[in-house]
């Protein structure tokens, strides 16, 4: 039997990580008080969000295959063949506030199951479940933080494929399958993206992704993550130290005058202390004149809880929060993203 060790934090750490949180906890209840849109129960997007949306060249887990599937890592220390499942630790509370209006088995497996990961040799897979929609602005005006009620009309589910061409070229491939609800009906659409990433060296990175979305869906991620239907999207990422990665994406850098046309977004992470993230990011929506920021954090590493030969480098925050402000010439719209999710094997 493999002993698990305890996790160790420097009381700096977490001093630093439980002000971080009731300051964000905080910003909560302003945000419901004022009725700004609010986002919660399953998303694996806080991390690149905070960043701005600047995250095609990034490797991470579910949140990687969400924007390019060619990031897709579990960065496990051998090639051999390990399967991954990851948690929500919030389910089961989502699941107690919304146990009277569940109508679906998928639902609560949804908010428990947030991904499954295989990895063989050079191949990566990756399964993530019922990824909130942000395209919903009536549900997501909810005033109730927690309520989960028409959530089985508008998610989506990703199936994705990672290989390692090379120490420092990867190729991706997902197939999004997309629900909502018509009239008394539920619509299921497929769309898929394409990615690749090389590394020409240990500190740059750099991704392609293409986007490919059903007819039905074509502006389905044009919200904060300002991606459009049948466009090239690029990024690069410098992590000049450990601790301190800067990103650009430019979206559309195709000929399609369609969407968001050649839009740079720019965001950085930077890790003071082993066990938190601070991340922020800006972008410029060219159409509206619309300024939006971003910041966020990440707090405790769930590698502490595997065993010592299970751990990997990647660095995986328990807990990711963004906040979003859309600076809109006539208002200010603000987002709140929580995502929780945890590696239990």
Not at 4 to 25: D, G, V, W, Y
Not at 60 to 68: A, G, H, I, K, T
Not at 157 to 162: A, D, N
Not at 284 to 300: E, Q
Request: glycine fraction near 6%; charged fraction near 20%.
């Amino acid at each position: 039997m493999t002993a698990i060790r305890a996790p160790r934090f420097k009381i700096e750490e977490l001093t630093a990580a439980l002000i971080l949180l009731f300051s964000n906890i905080h910003m909560v209840s302003a945000a419901d008080e004022t009725h700004d849109y609010l986002v919660t129960l399953s998303s694996v997007r806080a991390r690149p969000l905070a960043m701005g949306g600047a995250y095609i060249s990034r490797r991470d887990f579910f949140s990687s295959l969400d924007f390019n599937p060619a990031g897709f890592d579990l960065k496990t220390e051998t090639d051999g063949f390990q399967v991954s499942c990851f948690l929500n630790p919030l389910a089961p509370y989502l699941i107690y506030e919304n146990k009277e209006t569940i109508n679906h088995w998928a639902t609560p497996v949804a908010w428990v199951l947030r991904g499954l990961g295989v990895k063989t040799g050079k191949y990566s897979f990756g399964l993530l479940f019922g990824e909130e929609m942000f395209s919903n602005s009536e549900r997501l005006e909810r005033p109730n933080f927690f309520d989960g009620s028409d959530y089985e009309w508008h998610y989506n589910s990703t199936v994705g494929l990672s290989m390692a061409l090379a120490p420092r070229v990867s190729l991706g491939l997902a197939a999004d399958f997309y629900s909502r609800a018509l009239e008394d009906s539920k619509l299921i659409d497929v769309g898929y993206r394409y990615g690749l990433i090389l590394q020409p060296r240990p500190s740059v990175s750099v991704g392609l992704s293409y986007c490919d979305f059903p007819n039905d869906y074509r502006q389905e991620r044009m919200r904060l993550e300002r991606l459009a239907d049948e466009t090239l999207n690029i990024g690069i990422s410098f992590t000049p130290w450990r601790f301190l990665t800067l990103s650009l994406d430019v979206r559309n850098v195709s000929d399609e005058e369609r969407g968001a046309e050649r839009e740079p977004h720019i965001g950085m992470e930077w890790m003071p202390f082993s066990h938190v993230m601070l991340r922020g990011g800006f972008y410029r929506i060219s159409d509206d004149k619309t300024n939006v920021y971003s910041c966020g954090i990440g707090l405790f590493n769930g590698n502490v809880i595997q065993p010592q030969e299970r751990r990997f480098q990647r660095i995986m925050p328990v807990l990711n929060i963004a906040m979003i402000w859309e600076s809109e010439p006539a208002c200010m719209n603000r987002w709140f993203i929580l995502s929780m999710m945890l590696r239990v094997w």
